[in-house]
């Protein structure tokens, strides 16, 4: 119940959001334009990318499983 309690109470608690990586945010800096405006749309694709491989692998895995335990029965 307490760790419960704790996690509640640290995910409501405002935090500093310095998590990011330098690459990233070295990235995201050089890709200002001549409007002051920030180019982001190559980080988004690079973020979507590294997103849906880990999915992939994931859910293959899954329906393999799901196919050899239904096929014990």
């Keep these: 119940m307490f ?3 704790l996690s509640v109470l640290l995910s409501l608690a405002p935090l ?6 330098s690459m990233c945010k070295t ?3 050089s890709a200002r334009d001549e409007n002051g405006d920030y180019d982001t749309s190559g980080l988004n694709s690079g973020i979507l990318y590294l997103m849906t491989v880990p999915y992939i692998l994931i859910g293959t895995v899954g329906y393999f499983w799901y196919r050899h335990s239904h096929q014990k029965k």
């Design 3 to 5: 760790a419960l309690c």
């Design 16 to 21: 500093a959001a310095s998590a990011q990586c």
């Design 27 to 29: 990235q995201v800096e």
